[in-house]
């Protein structure tokens, strides 16, 4: 049985994950990032999960995005609850996992046609 669309191409999808790096359609990155299947915001924020902001959430419930996979680094760790205020009140779904989690459930996602954002908080 067919689970997901065979044709990909034009979106942006994660070809690679190590220590310290992603890689969004072929290209490396090492610092945060926002990942949507049309767009690609390199420079979102410089925080970690603990100086993580409510400015920084608010950027992300801007987002035209049904759900949002925040990805915290190499192991799970939550922001203060206080912080998804923003997000909650968009009404958009937030999830909290390790990076490597947060790009496997992009990708799927993302070829399912939903309107997902990764935004990646590297250690």
């Not at 909650?88 to 399912?112: F, H, P």
Request: glycine share 6%; proline share 4%; net charge negative.
């Amino acid at each position: 049985m067919k689970l997901h669309l065979s044709n990909t191409s034009g979106l942006n999808l994660f070809t690679a994950y190590g220590d310290g790096f992603v890689a969004v359609n072929h290209e490396k990155h090492e610092k945060n990032l926002i990942v949507l299947p049309e767009n690609l915001l390199p420079a979102w924020s410089t925080a970690n999960i603990a100086t993580l902001t409510e400015t920084d959430m608010q950027q992300l419930a801007a987002l035209d995005a049904e759900v949002i996979l925040l990805g915290t680094g190499n192991r799970l760790r939550f922001p203060a609850p206080a912080l998804m205020r923003p997000i909650a009140e968009a009404g958009i779904g937030l999830e909290v996992m390790d990076i490597q989690a947060a790009c496997r459930t992009y990708n799927i996602l993302a070829s399912e046609g939903r309107k997902v954002a990764a935004a990646l908080l590297f250690d």
